[in-house]
């Protein structure tokens, strides 16, 4: 009987829902130098949010440098007390919403490189690390979401112009009326 149960225990574990964290970045992440940028970073995971969670952001320059702290977060927001990154990080997350995302502040061209955001919400403590890779430059490119911009704005000021038109045009054409108008009642008078 206990072997039974034994079995049945090990087969009811394996139906368990694996704990592992889900993370959820932009993976690519192009901003202007001198601007700030937000560095967003989100999750899911089988276990609710509490005092346990624990996330930490790290860098690893472009040109192949070692890793560098950015910031940490446990209960409260720790930022960098030296290094590159202190006095240019602050936390923009709100973790009730499995948001754990950070602000970085006056771009350089030296933050060029990868951003890893983990989170650990024991028990689900495992999951892929999240990467952002920063490309920090001179001045955005053109974008899809520019050119559909470009196209909504110029469609509504097209027809702005045309509803104007139509308006002058049938303005002028009224008068025009009124004007014969009077002209046959003078001309009968």
């Not at 992440?29 to 005092?51: H, I, Q, W, Y």
Request: aromatic share 12%; hydrophobic share 45%; glycine share 6%.
């Amino acid at each position: 009987m206990r072997a039974v149960l034994f079995l049945l225990g090990i087969q009811l574990t394996a139906l368990w829902p694996i704990a592992a964290v889900e993370i959820y970045t932009p993976r690519v992440l192009e901003a202007v130098n001198g601007t700030d940028v937000r560095l967003k970073c989100t999750f899911s995971s089988f276990a609710p949010v509490g005092d346990t969670l624990t996330v930490t952001w790290n860098f690893r320059p472009r040109d192949g440098g070692s890793e560098q702290f950015v910031f940490y977060y446990h209960v409260d927001p720790f930022r960098p007390m030296s290094g590159r990154f202190k006095d240019r990080v602050v936390w923009d997350g709100n973790p009730e919403r499995y948001d754990v995302s950070i602000l970085l502040w006056k771009l350089q061209f030296d933050d060029n490189g990868t951003y890893t955001c983990q989170v650990k919400n024991p028990p689900d403590v495992d999951g892929l690390i999240g990467e952002i890779q920063l490309s920090v430059v001179h001045t955005v490119r053109f974008s899809e979401i520019h050119f559909l911009a470009l196209a909504i704005g110029s469609a509504c000021a097209l027809m702005v112009i045309i509803v104007i038109v139509v308006v002058l045009f049938q303005h002028f054409r009224k008068k025009r009326r009124a004007e014969r108008a009077h002209k046959v009642v003078e001309i009968k008078s």
